[in-house]
């Protein structure tokens, strides 16, 4: 199996659960990291969408809500929270009220807010319900036993229209041996 990817894990990288990482919650997982420190780190779980609609969650947000238009699974602490993240409407986002910049072009938005509030206009929102998050050390110790490659992030891997398939995509675009798993079934008795 290849190791690594790019790099230690970093604010705004993604982690990508590898074939082996034997935990339910993360199976074919793609984790946007937030955050990471001494402290711990956290992320959000990109690919996992709910059956429960934006429109119903949140109807305010909901004509801001990137197909397809539901409340994403974010990981399984603290699932009745709901973080969202922005695509900015412009190339050069305005900080303002609301946005809280993760790398050029994403944020996180404060959903306390009206949209109309926002002091940066956005292009595309997705909700999370709950998070992911490892304890000082622990995903270091996870890495070490090979259970998530480290990638670069693109903006559009947060507001992906096919949320289930992001693993593949993510895992294809990086080539060489990758390209084996990105073509890989789930279940490895039906190849």
């Known amino acids: 199996m ?37 402290d711990g780190s956290l992320g959000i779980v990109l ?7 934006v429109e119903t969650a949140l109807p305010a947000w909901s004509a801001l809500a990137t197909p397809p238009g539901v409340v994403h699974i974010g990981g399984p602490v603290g699932p009745s929270g709901v ?14 009220r609301g946005w809280a910049e993760l790398s050029p072009g ?31 050390a622990q995903l270091a110790d996870e890495l070490a036993a090979g259970a998530w490659w480290v990638f670069d992030a693109l903006v559009r891997d947060a507001f992906s229209a096919e949320p289930t398939g992001l693993w593949w995509e993510v895992v294809r675009r990086q080539g060489g041996d990758f390209r ?12």
């Open 2 to 38: 290849p190791s690594g990817g790019d790099g230690p894990p970093r604010a705004g990288a993604l982690l990508v659960a590898t074939p082996g990482i034997g935990d339910p919650n993360f199976e074919r997982a793609v984790v946007l990291l937030l955050h990471h420190g001494e």
């Open 47 to 53: 690919n996992r969408p709910s059956e429960l609609e």
């Open 83 to 96: 973080l969202a993240l922005g695509r900015a409407g412009s190339d050069q986002p305005v900080p303002g």
């Open 106 to 136: 994403l944020g996180a938005i404060d959903l306390s807010l009206e949209p109309a509030e926002l002091g940066t206009p956005l292009q595309a929102l997705r909700l999370y319900a709950g998070y992911a998050g490892w304890g000082p």
């Open 180 to 191: 084996i798993y990105a073509h890989a079934p789930l279940d490895p008795s039906v190849n």
